[in-house]
């Protein structure tokens, strides 16, 4: 009898853990913010490829954070709150060639703790060329306990072609492990991508005696495959939340000056000026 109690038990927890990794079922994550949700609104896919482009090769190291704190967003159980979020947390796989060690520099664990994330939970994979990073990300996105995949591959590879995006997305969809590709190209390549940010770094609002404050972003929507395409934010990443929220635009439109000569008539309201632009002084 307490057999037949035990084998229902079993088959009751095994029936939790496949739904929950059942694509499409409550397999969607959000950013936090209130601008983006209001818009995208449970309509970021778990389980899928998504794709972050850097708006320019200096923009990479804001590219990086961005996609990783979608991977925290995404590595939260379906349902949880961020509130109720406790460690340990889904282990994450970043999987880097090593080539962008020498020209972007590596990653740093105090980084990725003030990010929100315990480097102990990040399993770093460094592949010498982009054939071997892709077959590690491909093998890595079956795995159904890891919260998230990050590849980042050098360039615009062509062993990253459309099929070899297909394949990932099938793959992550089996899973239900929501897979990031990072990626700097001055044309967005072909792929089954079901969402596409471009993304660069913006000043972050100041802390207190003028420290700096939490990384901060201008992102771009660029694709959606709803339809949603086409918008913008500016978010700012709140590590003790793992969430983003919006930064406030500012009060008036900024136009910029040439240098050297005075603004154009209609660019600074009246009485805030003369419009003349002046050099600052060079420091030490």
């Not at 071997?132 to 795995?143: H, I, K, P, S």
């Not at 089996?174 to 993304?199: C, H, I, N, Q």
Request: glycine share 10%; hydrophobic share 45%.
């Amino acid at each position: 009898m307490r057999g037949s109690h035990d084998v229902s038990a079993l088959r009751q927890m095994l029936a939790g853990l496949e739904a929950e990794r059942l694509p499409g079922a409550s397999s969607a994550f959000s950013l936090g913010a209130a601008g983006p949700d209001g818009v995208l609104a449970e309509t970021l896919a778990r389980g899928a490829l998504h794709e972050i482009y850097a708006a320019e090769g200096a923009d990479m190291p804001a590219a990086s954070g961005f996609s990783l704190a979608l991977a925290l967003r995404a590595a939260q159980k379906p349902g949880e709150e961020p509130a109720q979020r406790k460690p340990p947390m889904r282990p994450i796989v970043w999987v880097r060639q090593d080539f962008i060690d020498s020209e972007a520099g590596r990653l740093d664990a105090h980084g990725l703790r003030g990010l929100g994330l315990d480097p102990a939970r990040l399993i770093l994979v460094r592949a010498r060329d982009p054939e071997q990073a892709l077959r590690a990300a491909g093998d890595a996105v079956r795995c159904a306990a890891l919260g998230a995949v990050l590849l980042e591959p050098w360039g615009e590879p062509k062993a990253l072609d459309l099929t070899a995006t297909r394949r990932l997305a099938l793959r992550a969809g089996v899973s239900g492990v929501t897979f990031f590709l990072l990626r700097m190209a001055e044309k967005p390549s072909a792929s089954v991508a079901v969402t596409r940010w471009l993304v660069r770094p913006i000043l972050s609002t100041p802390l207190a005696a003028d420290a700096p404050g939490a990384p901060a972003f201008a992102v771009t929507l660029l694709r959606h495959r709803g339809g949603l395409n086409g918008h913008a934010w500016n978010l700012e990443w709140d590590h003790e939340s793992c969430s983003f929220r919006d930064i406030a635009p500012l009060s008036r439109a900024v136009v910029p000056v040439p240098a050297g000569k005075p603004a154009r008539q209609g660019t600074v309201a009246p009485g805030e000026g003369t419009g003349d632009v002046r050099p600052f002084q060079r420091a030490g």
